[in-house]
């Protein structure tokens, strides 16, 4: 394993060099097809305007060479019998997720139709979730590996078995619920590639723990390419992500903590996400209890997600990032060392 990690960050620094070249044609690709941004009539204010009209899709920049660089450095395992053909396993999530998200942004840009922005329904796009994250789980279930059917208790580091049927239930609602998390986690310049990125290299180190070597190079491939993306990502963007990047991102980091038997820790690793997406819920559940009860909104934040709380409350959208990874890498750094004791 010496070798590998060595091997796996060089190939994450040729992926974001790689990355850097291609992006530019690809934005004035994106440019001469007008796939261009459109914003909901609820978030239609003068800072969103600004972004009306920039390339989105953006997450095929991630996609592509996450696939193609990681089926190139493994084609030679994944061929043989062996370990090495478990790879394919994230790169159906990462591509499965990714068509989904692709879909619903071309829906999205289309306004033929009127309806600016509006994308896949919310119920198909969940159930085609579901059952992508089903076929993965099942297949999770039946590797032969010493974290199929388990979990992993953080400290004392005992491997708990699961019945095959609860490991594919929490295992897909993991798939889920952090591909939804992260989708909610992309709303400004630079937040969610930067936050998915350290969340990976995360989960890159603890693969190397446990000499997952064909795990550790699809981490770092994905970092370097996270890093190329967030190049034309960062504010003010030319790009973004859309959710062909943040639906097959998330989806990934989730079958990934799955496959290490860390899943316990990816609430702290991915706490900006978390954080996302609980905002959400605490913000529609706060809203009906409230109608309910007293026959009025209560709402416990100004707007959801999370950030654009903090967003009315007047920190600028560079401050919010940066704030918002220090506390994601910092997270990482937790997580991490909770899988090292």
Known sequence: MDGQLPLALSVGGATFLLGVIWGGPFIELLHRFKLGKQIRAELMD?????????????????????????????????????????????????????????????????????????????????????????????????????YANALILPLIQVIVPLHPLLFILVSAFIIVATSNATNLTDGLDGLAGIITASAF???????????????????????????????????????????TGSLALGATLGTIAVMTGHWLLLPIIAIIPVMEILSVILQVVSAKLSRRIYGVDIRPFRRTPIHHHFELGGWSETQIVQRFWLIGILSAFVGVALALL
């Open 46 to 146: 003068s800072h969103h305007v600004q972004k009306i009209g920039t390339p989105t899709m953006g997450g095929i920049m991630i996609i592509v060479p996450a696939i193609c660089i990681t089926l190139a450095l493994n084609i030679s395992p994944i061929v043989q019998e062996g370990s090495g053909r478990s790879i394919l396993l994230p790169m159906f999530v990462l591509l499965g997720f990714a068509m989904l998200g692709l879909i619903d942004d071309w829906e999205g840009i289309q306004t033929s139709r009127g309806k600016v922005g509006e994308g896949l329904s919310g119920k198909l796009k969940f159930a085609t979730q579901i059952i992508l994250a089903l076929v993965a789980s099942t297949v999770i279930s039946q590797f032969e590996f010493s």
């Open 201 to 243: 290299g995360a989960y890159g180190v603890i693969a190397v723990l446990q000499n997952q070597i064909f795990m550790v190079e699809l981490c770092f491939v994905i970092v370097g390419a996270c890093f190329a993306f967030l190049w034309y990502n960062a504010h003010p963007a030319q790009l973004f992500m859309g959710d």
